[in-house]
């Protein structure tokens, strides 16, 4: 029973092009949403969040976009940098606090 | 600030032997929880703590597990005894009053039980 999936376990993009990462939800009562990033051998840092009363929300190079009616939200990294190759985790969260997670879709740039 | 500390690192047991994880969180942060992460299940809730007090352990697998939080600055994550299935990364995380969502993770605890 995952209530958060990231159907994509791999992504790999060019430097300079877009990254777009995905994430479906099940839950209607999520009423959060964040995205995490993890490099190996660390624990997974916060990158950027959305509530539900948004549908965009940007800072800097990230953007995250939520569709409530197709509970999906997605992760647009422009322009995508060698630096930026890591694991990204979407959350989700319905009771302040408790974030349920996605499993995770390890992005490459490629120089 | 240092951030979330976590000890140790790496624990290698064998079977049956208690293990015992520690966190630090960052100072002024109410909100505690521990997550493991393995590739079946990827990153799951075990359990978190406000203001020291544990609020949901409904993720904690089974009596074998238990937390404290015997102060605002340390708390444990215990597994006795311990079995294979065991095996994972385990990372504690904290979060600032009223922001318990922006989860501030330390470098985990990597746990192999032989």
């Known amino acids: 029973d995952q209530q958060v999936k990231q159907n994509s376990p791999s992504l790999s993009v060019q430097e300079g092009r877009i990254s777009i990462l995905n994430c479906d939800y099940t839950?209607?009562?999520?009423?959060?949403f964040l995205w995490y990033k993890k490099y190996p051998a660390e624990g997974p840092t916060f990158l950027i969040s959305?509530?539900?009363?948004?549908d965009k929300n940007e800072d800097g190079r990230f953007t995250v976009f939520l569709n409530k009616s197709a509970k999906h939200l997605s992760l647009h990294i422009v322009p995508s940098q060698p630096g930026d190759s890591a694991v990204y985790f979407c959350?989700?969260?319905?009771?302040?606090?408790?974030?349920?997670f996605g499993q995770g879709t390890e992005l490459s740039v490629k120089p | 600030d240092a951030g979330v500390i976590q000890s140790p690192r790496h624990e290698v047991t064998e079977m049956g032997q208690e293990v015992t994880l520690r966190c630090k969180p960052i100072?002024?942060?109410?909100?505690l929880f521990w997550y493991r992460q393995t590739m079946m299940r990827g990153l799951e809730l075990l359990i978190y703590?406000?203001?020291?007090?544990?609020?949901?352990d409904s993720g904690m697998p089974e009596d074998r597990f238990s937390a404290k939080m015997p102060n605002a600055s340390f708390s444990t994550l215990k597994i006795q005894p311990s079995e294979p299935r065991d095996s994972a990364v385990y990372f504690c995380?904290?979060?600032?009053?009223?922001?318990?969502?922006?989860?501030?993770f330390g470098p985990g605890t990597r746990l192999t039980v032989t």
């Open positions: 995380a904290s979060s600032l009053p009223g922001y318990s969502y922006e989860q501030y």
């Open positions: 839950n209607s009562m999520f009423d959060y």
């Open positions: 959305i509530s539900s009363i948004k």
């Open positions: 959350a989700a969260s319905a009771w302040g606090g408790k974030l349920i």
């Open positions: 100072s002024g942060h109410d909100y």
């Open positions: 703590f406000n203001n020291n007090v544990p609020i949901d």
